[in-house]
């Protein structure tokens, strides 16, 4: 059994920086893909960032050069780094990932095991 912790959400101001926590337990596995969605009110879930346990990574368009994605592979973490945060940020965040894979989906249908989400709110 997969479980993913998500951790680091808060609330900040806007033009500010939070850095997100995402560690896996349970199953290990050779190849890793985890991803970082968000969920606003209203709106779909959508894909912020993915990295692979081989180091290539995939963004949101609207996220390059603001949010970086990184791993800890010794310690089955995966951290997302928000800086230059925006109100349009606001959401709850989730952690995902796919086991035994190297591909990068954008679309949440596609990975397996899912975290329970943390608070990100941005205020202007």
């Known amino acids: 059994q997969v479980q993913l912790v998500e951790s680091g959400g808060g609330l900040v101001q806007a033009g500010g920086s939070l850095r997100l926590s995402c560690a896996a337990s349970?199953?290990?596995?050779?190849?890793?893909?985890m991803g970082w969605f968000r969920q606003a009110p209203g709106k779909e879930r959508e894909l912020v960032a993915a990295?692979?346990?081989?180091?290539?990574?995939k963004y949101a368009d609207s996220m390059k050069g603001r949010f970086t994605i990184s791993s800890d592979n010794a310690k089955s973490t995966v951290y997302l780094q928000m800086n230059s945060l925006k109100p349009e940020d606001t959401a709850v965040y989730y952690c995902?990932?796919?086991?035994?894979?190297?591909?990068?989906?954008?679309?949440?249908?596609?990975?397996?095991?899912w975290g329970q989400g943390t608070q990100v709110t941005v205020s202007s």
């Open positions: 349970g199953r290990t596995f050779s190849r890793v893909a």
């Open positions: 995902a990932a796919n086991y035994d894979t190297d591909v990068l989906w954008s679309r949440p249908s596609m990975y397996a095991y």
């Open positions: 990295i692979t346990s081989g180091g290539s990574t």
